[in-house]
């Protein structure tokens, strides 16, 4: 349900707003929880009884309901649920837009999204509520050693669950709602546009966006989490998001164009991890040392220019050329780094791809 209103009446001044409901779609890994036959991997706890540091046969107890058994990798042995509640979002808009003059244009606008009915996967058999052993470690700090100076001097508490509760045999998974997994996030965009006129265009607009969610999502977006206390561990979103955009095109003589695009944006919350251990039934996990977004990935910034020229033939024809330049500025900003405590730490795995030249034509007919 939306809406376009004329403030004035002269077509000059328009509020734009309204509100939008979407409706979550299942996603595979939602579906297999009730698939039996499926490909999972199961992790026990070894036992290096000769300390030769291989695997020797029975090292290791592989019934899933006995002592050695930890965990699987994926939700199976599932039911579904029929008090479930459809998952969706709901977006709400409002936007100001105002002429000026015969070709420039400026909008203000805020969107507000948020999600209902988060779903995530119960262990109906070993619920949240039966992680009742703290295990706590000191924090080592990004060397991974405690007791050196850049220990932070605090502590990081998991949960283990009781051995009575141990084994495959408590392991039987249902989608459930969590209120308190909902999404919050709040948008404002400032916008300039010069519509194309006396051989040019432009476009600039700055954009601010505040997150409040209770967990990231693993793997990729929409994911569906466990519902243990462990996953909600320093994994809230609370960060403060800017996207700077600029773009633009000027028409040369003899029919060549030149345009390009500047594109300026914060980097992605993080968090340091670290490996943490003692318990018995999760002898160890990572988890953040410190709340997301007490690190971030660098700001990007990124330029990219185009150069292309179209040719008229006869009988409509056309036939047009171009040459791309991505990353004009070669920067090489980090994309994706290494978060977990010890040598490696914020060790970059990937930066913004290399300038990069393309050339490329068209043929219309």
Do not use: C
């Not at 977006?221 to 519902?227: E, K, Q, S, T, V």
Request: net charge positive.
């Amino acid at each position: 349900m939306y809406f376009s209103y004329d403030l004035i009446g002269n077509g000059k001044t328009v509020l734009k707003g309204g509100w939008g409901r979407f409706d979550h779609q299942r996603l595979v890994d939602e579906l297999n929880v009730v698939n039996p036959f499926q490909a999972v991997t199961n992790t026990y706890r070894w036992h290096d009884l000769n300390g030769n540091k291989l695997y020797d046969p029975g090292e290791v107890n592989t019934d899933p309901n006995g002592p050695d058994f930890l965990s699987t990798n994926a939700p199976i042995n599932g039911i579904s649920n029929p008090a479930e509640k459809r998952p969706g979002t709901d977006q709400f808009s409002l936007s100001l837009e105002q002429q000026v003059g015969r070709s420039i244009g400026v909008r203000a606008s805020w969107v507000y999204i948020r999600t209902f009915n988060e779903a995530r996967f119960l262990d109906i058999l070993r619920p949240p509520s039966a992680y009742t052993i703290p295990i706590t470690n000191p924090d080592p700090g990004p060397d991974n050693k405690v007791g050196t100076a850049d220990d932070p001097g605090t502590t990081i508490t998991y949960w283990d669950y009781p051995a009575a509760y141990a084994g495959s045999q408590f392991e039987k998974y249902q989608i459930t709602n969590d209120p308190n997994a909902a999404e919050k996030h709040n948008s404002v965009d400032l916008q300039l546009t010069r519509r194309f006129a006396n051989r040019w265009q432009f476009l600039a607009s700055y954009s601010a966006t505040k997150n409040n969610t209770l967990l990231a999502r693993p793997d990729f977006a929409r994911a569906i989490p466990f519902f243990t206390p462990n996953v909600d561990i320093n994994t809230g979103n609370h960060s403060l998001e800017y996207l700077v955009r600029l773009s633009g095109v000027y028409m040369l003589p003899a029919g060549v164009s030149v345009s390009g695009n500047f594109n300026y944006q914060t980097g992605a919350p993080q968090s340091r991890q670290v490996l943490v251990a003692g318990g018995q039934q999760i002898p160890n996990i990572v988890v953040n040392a410190q709340p997301l977004g007490s690190i971030s990935l660098p700001n990007a910034r990124v330029v990219d220019l185009r150069i292309d020229k179209a040719f008229s033939l006869p009988r409509r024809q056309k036939l047009a050329v171009r040459v791309n330049l991505y990353n004009a500025l070669n920067t090489n900003a980090i994309t994706a780094r290494n978060l977990r405590s010890g040598t490696t730490y914020l060790r970059a795995t990937a930066i913004v791809p290399p300038r990069l030249v393309e050339f490329g034509a068209s043929y219309t007919f």
